[in-house]
């Protein structure tokens, strides 16, 4: 017992968590073989379809909440992944480049490595709370996410109050932040928590105001409603209709996710690194990820309350008409008879030898295998995009997270480019714009807005 | 924070718990005050506490500890901490002769050294009353000029970055970058160069450099003029900037303020036209002047040497003259017993020194006046009133190098 302990022991924390794995994935086949010979999965699954039939609501709302919590970690991910390439190509650097290709697998790497780490808490800490902060933080984050709508029938919840939820939840982080900058015993974290509490209280105000025109629009707080309510072209989106608000909800967006200018929360030339100061190992990771998970999840908001969500640009059906182009969609291989199997069989290697054939011709120092490399995976780029464009056509939610990931992206990209650019503003100049500018400005829009509905609808009436 | 005692594990035995005072987290020295003013600074009032900046911190510039006595975020008091990087580098170069003195003085100004190392170089040959080969005093301005634009080009970069811009950095370096490998192509070295000596410099110009430079010359100041576009008419950087950390131009002359930190204020002082050495006089420049003397007039101000220096490079390679690269000096040089003071414009200011020889080969003192160490003194002039985060942008904007500080 002690040589399996003491073995135990020497692991690093990675191989105390992969280890287990191993073993359970060993016992796995031999649990499924047993299992199904005596009878018993194919009972225990006929009861779980059973309960789960009986429940399908709990059901679905568990899946969304596990679906969504896995959602954000890869997220996270790519938006650092994009964060680091970017700001590197401002910069005039190559930015990560060995870690798979162009980088990519770098954020992932890093947050292995953070998971990896010493778990360490510093001397003088008020423990209890010092470990919560983080939790705190990451659930405000993600609990959010569960009312954004991804695509037609693609959301976690539809709530009538699903903005209102919003703004209770994202406002919850700024607890985690006033808990970790207090109970870190170091006077950079202090500074911190009590930055991060005056800016983003002032901030939530001005965002709140701000989404008070598109509701007096909408006539709904459900993201839903919203989105479908902004159907049809780009014209119809709330941004046109609701600039002022479009302008201050982004600027309101960047201080609440505590991004450069605004990013005194953690200002790294003044106060170290504000409240994540003490923090080391996972729980730092947990506060860099709430706050990657924040950019995302307020880029989706602003996107769903001004950009039309997953409403299409334009109408996919009017543009092919004005082009004189049909595309029939669906497919029936049958029809094709034998000539399937001639597809199936000589249609790829064919493709890739036309591929690959401009490649070894033209670059003289290639080999031919080089170049059967790059026109098989040219080949695949080109199924990819074929399949991509017929599931764009056959499933609206394709063509839904499609563009909303496209919305999304662009608006964190956004993000991502003003960090690249902008130095930061000063605490006195930060909350200054919030109440002298930002909340007044907000003011006249709901007033603008609202005499505007009182005029058009008399109109009407 | 108060002096309540707190519990916490011992450090000796972290089993146990152990009762401290709590000041030992305020920075307050574990002694009783020195000085008056020590005792005064150390008295916090109600609702203020203490907070350091540095040695150990994102943004300071080298190993300077400032004490910050804070009210929220707005700066009472400070107290600046000095010494983490001193060397004693004046008595180590009265222990090896003239010629180890250039070696040891060039990590003073480490961002710059061509300059700092030319102190012993000028002390030595004002002594000998030596006159330098004309293309060796071509090739120290060259360099000169081409140090100045380096250090200057990371001063714009550092005053952004502790402002939270992460771009301007890299440009900065950038440019650095192409200027140090231009030089270690010429002297060997990327950052202590080792490239003056007592009546000339250590090798003529090679293909390598002068390849280097003209490359970097056709572009430069299309690059200089593109980077500026990022910061000049940003609105957040005007604003953080702009009447912060002002100083009158009285003032500055009262306290050896120098360099652009002094002519930000109006004061037209370049001891380059000044007190002329070198070959200076025989080239055509302007002296950059503003009169906010506030940070941002010191930011645009690097902007004008960087162009003027470019300006006297292209003059410089005009007129570079043939002939030897050295003066005729014996090996075992020793200078006549006598006192000399030079100065020369270094990147941050008068840069000077006071070499006295009691006629053998050693220095019998060599006394260094560092700029950064002068301007660095502005900070208790213009810090307190301000808040925390603009601490940082005026020590960027006054641009210390602590080699030359702590000596």
Known sequence: MTVIGRSWSRLTPAGKVLLPLLAVLLALPVLLVVGWATGFLPWLIGLLAQVLGANADIVRFLLAATVLLLFTVPTAFVIIFMEMKLIAFINLRLGPNRQGPWGVLSSTLHGLKVLAKEDFTPTGVDVPVFTLAPVVVYLGAIMTIMVIPFAPGLFGLDMDIGLLYFFAIAGMGVIGLMMAGWSSFNKYSLLGGLRAAAAIISYEIPLTLAVVGVIMLAGTMSLNQIVLQQAGSALDWYAFQQPLAFVIFFIAATAEAGRTPFDLTEADSEIVAGFATEYSGMRFGFFFFAEYVNVFILSALTATLFLGGWNAPFDLAIVLNALSVTVDPTIDPGSLGMGLLWLVLLGPPLVVLLLALPFWMLKSDWSFIKSLVVGFILFNVVVMALIGIWAYMSFPFVAGLFWFLVKTFSLVALFVIMRGTLPRVRIDQLMGFAWKWLIPAALVNIFVTAAAILVIRSGTD | ?407
């Open chain 2, 1 to 407: 924070m108060s002096a309540e005692p707190t519990t916490i594990r011992s450090l000796d035995d972290p089993t146990i718990m152990v009762e401290t005072p709590a000041t030992i987290y305020d920075a307050i020295p574990p002694y009783p005050a020195r000085t008056e003013r020590e005792a005064e600074f150390y008295a916090l009032r109600d609702g203020e506490m203490l907070i350091n900046l540095g040695p150990q911190h994102p943004s300071t510039h080298g190993v300077l500890r400032v004490v910050l006595r804070i009210d929220g975020e707005r700066v009472v008091d400070l107290d600046p901490v000095l010494g983490y990087l001193h060397r004693g580098v004046e008595k180590i170069c009265e222990n090896g002769d003239w010629h180890h003195a250039i070696s040891n003085c060039d990590p003073l100004e480490y961002i710059a050294s061509m300059f700092s190392e030319a102190m012993p170089v000028l002390a030595a040959e004002k002594l000998l009353d030596l006159e330098v080969p004309r293309r060796a005093d071509y090739i120290r301005v060259l360099c000169w000029e081409l140090n100045r634009i380096a250090s200057h080009a990371l001063f714009v970069g550092w005053l952004a970055l502790d402002l939270g811009g992460l771009t301007p950095i890299l440009y900065g370096f950038a440019e650095r970058d192409e200027i140090v490998e231009m030089l270690a192509a010429l002297t060997g070295q990327r950052l202590l160069f080792n490239y003056l000596r007592i009546g000339g410099v250590n090798g003529d110009l090679n293909h390598d450099f002068m390849s280097r430079l003209g490359e970097w010359m056709s572009r430069a100041l299309v690059r200089i003029e593109e980077q500026q576009k990022l910061l000049n008419q940003n609105e957040i950087f005007i604003r953080r900037t702009k009447g912060l950390g002002v100083v009158s131009a009285d003032i500055a002359r009262r306290t050896l303020l120098s360099g652009p930190v002094l002519r930000a204020t109006g004061v037209p002082f370049d001891v380059r036209r000044a007190h002329p050495y070198s070959v200076y006089p025989e080239l055509e420049f302007d002296i950059p002047v503003r009169s906010e003397g506030d940070s941002y007039a010191r930011y645009l101000l690097h902007y004008d040497e960087i162009k003027q220096s470019i300006g006297i490079i292209d003059q410089v390679l005009a007129k570079m003259p043939d002939g030897p690269i050295m003066a005729k000096i014996p090996r075992l040089l020793r200078i006549p017993p006598g006192r000399a003071y030079v100065a020369i414009e270094s990147p941050r200011g008068q840069y000077s020194c006071y070499g006295v020889s009691d006629g053998s080969d050693q220095p019998f003192r060599l006394r260094i006046h560092d700029p950064s160490f002068f301007n660095l003194q502005a900070v208790g002039m213009m810090m307190p009133g301000n808040l925390v985060a603009d601490t940082m942008a005026i020590m960027a904007s006054l641009d210390p190098i602590m080699g030359g500080v702590d000596k």
